[in-house]
T-cell receptor, first 115, second 115 residues
Framework: SQKIEQNSEALNIQEGKTATLTCNYT??????LQWYRQDPGRGPVFLLL?????KEKRKERLKVTFDTTLKQSLFHITASQPADSATYLC??????????????FGTGTRLLVSP | DSGVTQTPKHLITATGQRVTLRCSPR?????VYWYQQSLDQGLQFLIQ???????AKGNILERFSAQQFPDLHSELNLSSLELGDSALYFC??????????????FGEGSRLTVL
């Protein structure tokens, strides 16, 4: 069955360090992979999108890698700040098999950045 | 502010009742997506509409239905409510359809509590 796995345990890091979050998937062939940030009780906010033929994407302090062979994406926040504390969700479209129009989310990883 | 408006923000009702959640997408966006988020299941894709037509379906119960109107707003109808339907219901919109999903813009959600 199709699965998107993100570490359910919270990631605790110190301010200034690099946070690395992992997203693994099985039985998907996505055309895109997206990352969102969600604060408690709020709607997810889009951060980055990476295509299947792209290895890496950057935006300010954020970096995403996408390895379709390993079926894994890594999400990095460099020089992390307490304001980066939130839950980070990865999302895949259904791809050629399930359909491009479904965007399916992982359960997210909570990041806590302490001063 | 994502530009996506959801009403009501909070709703408390009893088992067996029916409720309607409303979503106005960002100006110009033709696609509307509905998601359910509960504590134990993460963000679950329910259904997607594009310019009034259903385009993708997820794990939407038969007791739930949705539609998108000519003015592009959408409604999610939940009937014969059960305790397990208590959740945050998010609407999202997107401007892109061809070739895959672009970024989604989420509303702030409607929190449904079934007693």
């Amino acid at each position: 069955s199709q699965k998107i796995e993100q570490n359910s345990e919270a990631l605790n890091i110190q301010e200034g360090k690099t946070a690395t979050l992992t997203c693994n998937y099985t039985n998907y062939s996505p055309a895109y992979l997206q990352w969102y940030r969600q604060d408690p009780g709020r709607g997810p906010v889009f951060l980055l999108l990476i295509r299947e033929n792209e290895k890496e994407k950057r935006k300010e302090r954020l970096k995403v890698t996408f390895d379709t062979t390993l079926k894994q994406s890594l999400f990095h926040i460099t020089a992390s700040q307490p304001a980066d504390s939130a839950t980070y969700l990865c999302a895949l479209d259904g791809g050629r098999n399930t359909g491009f129009q479904k965007l399916v989310f992982g359960t997210g990883t909570r990041l806590l950045v302490s001063p | 502010d994502s530009g996506v408006t959801q009403t009501p923000k909070h709703l408390i009702t009893a088992t067996g009742q029916r409720v309607t959640l409303r979503c106005s997408p960002r100006s110009g966006d033709l696609s509307v997506y509905w998601y359910q988020q509960s504590l134990d299941q993460g963000l679950q894709f329910l259904i997607q509409y594009y310019n009034g037509e259903e385009r993708a379906k997820g794990n939407i119960l038969e007791r739930f239905s949705a539609q998108q109107f000519p003015d592009l707003h959408s409604e999610l109808n939940l009937s014969s409510l059960e305790l397990g339907d208590s959740a945050l219901y998010f609407c999202a919109s997107s401007g892109r359809l061809a070739g895959g999903i672009g970024e989604l813009f989420f509303g702030e959600g409607s929190r449904l509590t079934v007693l």
